[in-house]
């Protein structure tokens, strides 16, 4: 038998945005409520009617919608809320159902620093160089092109 919660999807976002955990519902059966935790804690009960009980001081914080699909948002996202969330949908019977998704803070990449060989051997493509610095979440790429005096380009 299905259960009341189809499946939650992990949420990638910028910081200071919503971020928004969506879970599929299966419609044909009726809940009691959803609880939200993260972290071991309880953020959030939400019942059907549109009751949500806070289980945080950061009630403002937090918003939920329940219907053929529920959706947990947290306002204004930092790097603290990067974290595994719960969701527990409790059904009448004394039923549970959990499905577990991450949010994930998106950041820019910072501007890296390229550090050259210069014990590279003119003639060889033998060297050693690397970037370091924020490369960003998701990471970003690089391409480091290098030009004789030839016009020979060699892209690494």
Same mark, same amino acid.
Request: glycine share 10%.
């Given at each position: ?24 519902? %299966? *419609?044909?059966?009726? +809940? ?8 071991? &804690? ?20 937090? &918003?939920?919608?329940?219907? =053929?699909?529920?959706?947990?948002? +947290? ?12 969701? #527990? ?9 959990s499905k577990t998704a991450s949010l994930d803070i998106k950041a820019e990449s910072g501007k890296p ?7 590279? *051997? ?18 970003? =790429? ?9 016009? #020979? #380009? %060699?892209?690494?």
């Amino acid at each position: 038998m299905t259960g009341p919660l189809l499946s939650c999807n992990s949420s990638l976002v910028f910081e200071m945005e919503t971020g928004n955990i969506v879970c599929e519902m %299966n *419609t044909s059966i009726t +809940i009691d409520n959803i609880t939200v935790m993260t972290a071991g &804690q309880t953020l959030i009960t939400v019942y059907p009617n549109g009751t949500n009980n806070y289980f945080s001081d950061e009630f403002d914080k937090y &918003q939920s919608t329940i219907g =053929t699909i529920f959706t947990f948002g +947290i306002k204004n996202v930092s790097c603290r809320d990067k974290d595994e969330y719960t969701f #527990t949908v409790n059904v009448g019977d004394g039923g549970r159902c959990s499905k577990t998704a991450s949010l994930d803070i998106k950041a820019e990449s910072g501007k890296p620093t390229l550090v050259i060989d210069y014990s590279w *051997t003119e003639g060889t493509n033998n060297g050693n160089h690397y970037c370091i610095g924020d490369v960003g979440n998701p990471p970003g =790429t690089m391409t480091l092109e290098i030009k004789d005096l030839h016009t #020979t #380009t %060699n892209n690494y």
